[in-house]
């Protein structure tokens, strides 16, 4: 009898125990990561002969990226952002690594980056890309 109860007092523990690791894996509610993905053009007008005047900006732009446990490298999350390049990312409080794709010929000026989550809180983050330059008149290869 003894051993039945010991038996059952270790299954309960085993079975509270993957239970409560189960429930703090999922991310509560407001706690994450929230970034917004940018590309940088730049364009370039030749005023002259020879003489060229260039000038760039910053618009949204969609992208996807991967998000890793930095303490495991594992992948947590895979996601791509709207066409007005924001999205948010509920994770667990921790530290992770956020991992830039590249897109239409355009690398990200942003490297892979460490964030810290934490309880109650979404995290700012950006990603930048590249967009090439527009020369007017077009200049041939």
Avoid at 22 to 45: E, H, K
Avoid at 67 to 80: I, K, N, P, W
Avoid at 99 to 108: I, K, L, T
Wanted: charged share 10%.
């Amino acid at each position: 009898m003894k051993t039945t109860i010991q038996t059952l007092k270790l299954g309960f523990l085993m079975l509270l125990l993957a239970t409560s690791v189960q429930s703090s894996a999922a991310a509560p509610p407001n706690t994450g990561i929230r970034v917004q993905t940018t590309l940088y053009q730049s364009f370039w007008v030749e005023v002259s002969p020879g003489l060229w005047l260039g000038d760039g900006w910053w618009v949204a732009c969609p992208a996807s990226f991967t998000v890793l446990s930095a303490h495991s490298g594992r992948e947590v999350a895979r996601v791509s952002s709207s066409g007005d390049g924001s999205i948010e990312v509920s994770l667990p409080p921790g530290k992770y690594v956020v991992v830039p794709d590249s897109f239409s010929g355009s690398s990200p000026l942003t490297s892979s980056f460490e964030v810290t989550v934490t309880a109650k809180h979404f995290t700012d983050a950006s990603i930048c890309y590249s967009g090439g330059v527009i020369s007017f008149p077009p200049v041939s290869p």
